[in-house]
C-alpha cells in the first residue's frame, strides 16, 4: 500500500501540490485526472523521489520514504513508467531488459513477486519479436511496453504511469489500459495520470481529480462509470448527455 498525506511540494520554493492525501492499495488502480498544468507529473516526480516535499509523508507499507532519493524509492519498491518513455535510443529492446532487471533486496516483503526478462516477455510478446532493435527504432507503442517492462523488472510493489498512453492509437491505448489492469490483478498497486476521465474511470477502484493541485475530487471508479456527472463537474467538462435524447 503506498500512502500519501498532506504531501506539498513544488519547485524553487513555490507550492505546486498543496496538503495531498491519497491511498494505491496493493491490486488496485488509482487514476489522476486534471488539466495541464494541475500537478500530476509534480505528484509522481515527488512520490518517485525527484522533488523533495515540504511538507507531508510518502508511505510503502508501512516504511517512511519521505524525501528519500530516486534510487532508495526504486530500490522500495516503487516503478516509475515516466511520461514521454524515455527509453534509450541507443540500447536495443534485450539490452534493456537485462540492464533493468533487478530482484528484489531479501527480506522485502512488500514485493509481490519478481520479474525476470523472461516473464516480462511472456507479458509483451512484441518486445522478444524487438529484441535487436534499438530504442529509436520502436514504434511508440513499443516504447511504451519497453518503458513498462523496465519498471516491471524492478519488481515493484507500486508502479507509477504518467500518461502511458499519450500519443498512442485508441486500440493500443486499450491495450495498455488491459496490461494496467493484469498487473492490478498481480498484486501490483498502480498510480495512473491518465488524460482521459472515462478511461480512468472503466480501469481503476478510485479515481481522484487534482485542480491546481489540490484535491478537488475523489470518487469510486464504479460509481463515476455509473455517473460520470461528478467527475466532469469537477474538470468542468461538457455534461453527459442521455442516449435516449
Ligand atoms: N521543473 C519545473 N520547474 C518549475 N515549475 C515547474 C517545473 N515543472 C512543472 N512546473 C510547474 O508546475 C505546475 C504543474 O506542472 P505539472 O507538469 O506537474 O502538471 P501536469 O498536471 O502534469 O500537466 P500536463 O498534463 O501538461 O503534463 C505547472 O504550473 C508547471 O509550470
Not at 484535491?215 to 467527475?231: F, K, S
Amino acid at each position: 500500500m503506498l500512502e500519501l498525506t498532506g504531501l506539498t511540494a513544488g519547485y524553487h520554493g513555490g507550492t505546486v501540490l498543496h496538503d495531498l492525501d491519497l491511498t494505491v492499495p496493493a491490486g488496485s488502480v488509482h487514476a489522476i485526472v486534471g488539466h495541464n498544468g494541475a500537478g500530476k507529473t509534480t505528484l509522481v516526480h515527488t512520490v518517485a523521489g525527484f522533488i523533495r516535499p515540504s511538507a507531508g509523508s510518502v508511505r510503502l507499507g508501512g516504511r517512511d520514504i519521505t524525501g528519500q532519493p530516486a534510487h532508495t524509492v526504486a530500490r522500495a519498491g516503487i516503478g516509475l513508467v515516466p511520461q514521454g518513455r524515455r527509453v534509450f535510443a541507443g540500447l536495443t529492446v534485450a539490452e534493456h531488459l537485462r540492464l533493468s532487471h533487478r530482484p528484489p533486496g531479501r527480506g522485502d516483503a512488500t514485493r509481490p513477486s519478481e520479474w525476470t526478462p523472461a516473464r516480462v516477455l511472456e507479458l509483451l510478446p512484441r518486445l522478444g519479436e524487438r529484441r535487436g532493435n534499438r530504442g529509436t527504432d520502436l514504434s511508440g507503442g513499443e516504447q511504451q511496453m519497453l518503458a513498462l517492462a523496465r519498471a516491471l523488472l524492478g519488481s515493484p510493489s507500486v508502479l507509477l504511469l504518467d500518461e502511458p498512453t499519450e500519443g498512442l492509437a485508441p486500440g493500443l491505448a486499450k491495450q495498455i489500459y488491459a496490461l494496467v489492469g493484469t498487473l492490478a490483478q498481480e498484486g501490483i498497486g498502480v498510480l495512473l495520470v491518465s488524460p482521459s476521465p472515462a478511461q480512468a474511470a472503466e480501469c481503476a477502484r478510485t479515481v481522484t481529480v487534482l485542480t491546481s493541485g489540490r484535491v478537488t475530487l475523489q470518487v469510486d471508479g464504479a460509481d463515476a462509470r455509473e455517473d460520470p456527472t461528478a467527475l466532469h463537474e469537477a474538470l468542468e467538462l461538457a455534461p453527459v448527455r442521455s442516449a435516449a435524447r
